[in-house]
């Protein structure tokens, strides 16, 4: 039976680069000379550490056009909240998404469920299987996941028929 996965996974060695990108750009910017500002990656959090609110939100909109220049989509990004660190540092810290949550796979398989098409949704771990008997009527229902669910950007893969 033709089925395919809808999955949330962004390309890590693209986010590695741009995070990379970003800190040489912290190293050479004339505002930034003197201060604590610095990027980090560890796994999938991405660390920022600056001198105030206002620093901390340049270096996230370095990162975001370093992000969409390497073609890794914004949404990504779960951004956590500013705290101080003692003395006049401030950190962030933003997660890097993988897999879908279950809250949001629910999403999905209700939306699924209430197209009326003759597919059917299961929960897969972090990824939605969609099974279908006709090709079309999967793509259709890749269709309406893409155009239905925009708070977070979701793929598809393992296509078979």
Avoid: C, H, Y
Wanted: aromatic share 4%; glycine share 6%; charged share 30%.
């Amino acid at each position: 039976m033709p089925s395919f996965d809808t999955v949330l996974e962004a390309d890590l060695v693209k986010v590695k680069n741009a995070v990379e990108n970003s800190a040489k750009e912290i190293g050479t910017r004339f505002d930034f000379k003197g201060t604590a500002a610095s990027i980090e990656l560890k796994d999938k959090d991405i660390t920022l550490i600056g001198e105030s609110d206002f620093q901390i939100d340049q270096i996230n909109d370095i990162l975001r056009s370093k992000l969409t220049k390497a073609g890794v989509d914004v949404r990504f990004l779960d951004l956590g909240k500013i705290e101080k660190i003692g003395g006049d540092k401030v950190k962030q810290i933003s997660k890097v998404r993988n897999g879908i949550e279950a809250e949001q796979a629910k999403k999905i398989q209700q939306l699924i469920k209430g197209s009326k098409m003759k597919v059917q949704a299961s929960i897969q771990g972090d990824a939605v299987r969609v099974t279908g008997a006709k090709r079309d009527d999967l793509q259709a229902a890749m269709a309406a996941i893409k155009a239905e669910i925009a708070d977070f950007p979701v793929s598809f893969n393992n296509f078979r028929e």
